[in-house]
């Protein structure tokens, strides 16, 4: 992962229509609509995780407008995954445009998963579900039936941003941003610039 002091270098996967918005607008946004129609009959799923996702990045960077969704990006082109099709954006951003996470953690937010403080923590949450006779945590956060359970889920979310300051300190330091725990940076960005490419 490259960085430039208050920059750092990201790769962004991104389909044709995003590709032609930087190019002839120079900036796109993304939107809660483009979720619907990218994710079709999981998209209620999709945007529970992004909305609890925006809530709390809005307080790290504001977004620059109040519909915009985010996009994702990665700080290591073998992160990126393709399958879906389109184009790798590479991106010199500005730390400070970057809410920066540990990938790992969101994959919890998108499973509709609890994210412990640490491994012993999740283990006693799989062992409060069992007894509970929850099989699958998305269960408790998609259903009306366990409201106590759910919050404790929603709640735990908060700590996919508990790396970011310590990662942006890094960066700007010139240090490695390896901050501990985190296995793959992503980063999510509320829009992408075509200033940013590189």
Do not use: H
């Not at 962004?12 to 809660?32: F, I, K, L």
């Not at 730390?95 to 006693?124: C, H, M, P």
């Not at 949450?125 to 759910?150: H, M, Q, T």
């Amino acid at each position: 992962m490259g960085t430039e002091c208050d920059r750092i270098i990201l790769y962004s996967p991104q389909a044709e229509p995003v590709w032609d918005a930087v190019m002839n607008d120079g900036t796109a946004y993304s939107r809660r609509e483009y979720i619907y129609k990218k994710y079709e009959e999981s998209a209620g799923i999709f945007l529970t995780a992004y909305d609890a996702y925006i809530r709390e990045a809005d307080k790290i960077v504001p977004r620059p407008e109040p519909w915009a969704y985010p996009y994702w990006a990665f700080a290591s082109m073998q992160q990126v995954d393709l399958s879906g099709g389109g184009r790798v954006m590479k991106l010199s951003v500005p730390v400070d445009e970057t809410v920066l996470f540990d990938q790992y953690d969101w994959y919890k937010v998108l499973r509709l998963s609890y994210i412990g403080s640490n491994a012993k923590d999740e283990a006693e949450f799989r062992r409060e579900l069992e007894r509970r006779g929850i099989k699958d945590p998305s269960e408790a956060v998609l259903r009306p039936f366990y409201p106590d359970i759910k919050r404790k889920i929603t709640d735990s979310w908060k700590k996919i941003f508990r790396y970011d300051e310590e990662i942006k300190k890094a960066i700007v330091s010139g240090r490695n941003p390896d901050a501990g725990g985190v296995r793959a940076i992503q980063a999510g960005l509320w829009c992408i610039k075509k200033e940013w490419l590189i």
